[in-house]
């Protein structure tokens, strides 16, 4: 069955998530996310070759063949070989490829991929919500908010070979030095005057926690527009009196509808 493909998009910005561990690549284009088809597949089916998993699919499901020209679309995207073009679905599309494949990750994906999927359609109102919040409130939201982002961050990493936790917390280093004018997590930590057990993202407030949601190259353009508004630098900002675990046992009602996410 021939197909007349969409013309090859050159602008669109490419991005990392995981899921259960298997990297996820997606692309902004068009105000929306668009997500490596092949990726979806070998997230929910483990199989060797997506590729050939895909065409086999729609072999086998001559609705979704039909319908292949307005759910897929070629957009740039980083590969081993280099930036190729590949085929990308917006959620709605993914979600219908979904539908064809028996799988028991089907469900979980879809909660990923809520997720993930309106992130930054989101964030003009996660703003709003910030800003209506007390201070204690927002350290809590938005330390959840890292950790959960630490969480896939630590996935896409091991994918791209970042195995050790060694070699993770050199990766990991790189951020903070990014954001902190070549300070490290041991440097941070040394300078809020913290205990060896104590975490340092549990020892930051809301402002600095806002600002760790960037990582090394964001991390530096952050610093740049602090340092031309006149902000105060990150490792300048005072620590709380309060930590995040003395904030949820304050605010019990707010830890228990904290996120799912582990503390990093």
Not at 127 to 145: I, Y
């Amino acid at each position: 069955m021939s197909e007349k493909k969409p013309s090859l998009t050159q602008d669109a910005s490419s991005a990392l998530e995981a899921f259960e561990s298997r990297a996820v690549r997606r692309t902004w284009h068009g105000g929306q996310w668009w997500f490596a088809v092949v990726d979806v597949i070998a997230a929910l089916t483990d199989s060797p070759n997506p590729e050939g998993y895909l065409k086999d699919l729609r072999r086998r499901d001559p609705e979704l063949a039909k319908g292949w020209g307005q759910i897929a679309t070629p957009l740039r995207m980083t590969t081993p070989g280099g930036t190729q073009a590949l085929n990308c679905a917006t959620v709605e599309g993914v979600l219908r490829v979904i539908q064809s494949i028996p799988s028991p990750k089907a469900e979980p994906f879809k909660r990923w991929l809520a997720q993930v999927g309106y992130e930054r359609i989101q964030e003009s109102d996660t703003r709003s919500t910030l800003d209506a919040l007390s201070e204690a409130q927002r350290r809590l939201m938005l330390r959840d908010e890292l950790s959960l982002h630490n969480k896939h961050l630590a996935a896409a990493a091991k994918s791209a070979g970042v195995e050790t936790p060694a070699d993770y917390a050199v990766f990991q280093d790189h951020g903070y030095k990014g954001l902190y004018g070549g300070l490290g997590a041991k440097d941070i930590h040394a300078r809020k005057g913290l205990k060896k057990s104590q975490k340092i993202l549990d020892h930051m407030g809301s402002t600095e926690l806002a600002a760790n949601r960037t990582h090394l190259e964001v991390g530096r353009k952050v610093r740049q527009t602090i340092q031309e508004l006149g902000g105060t630098m990150p490792e300048e900002l005072p620590s709380p009196d309060k930590s995040i675990k003395q904030l949820e046992r304050d605010h019990p009602r707010l830890g228990a509808n904290k996120q799912e996410s582990g503390r990093d």
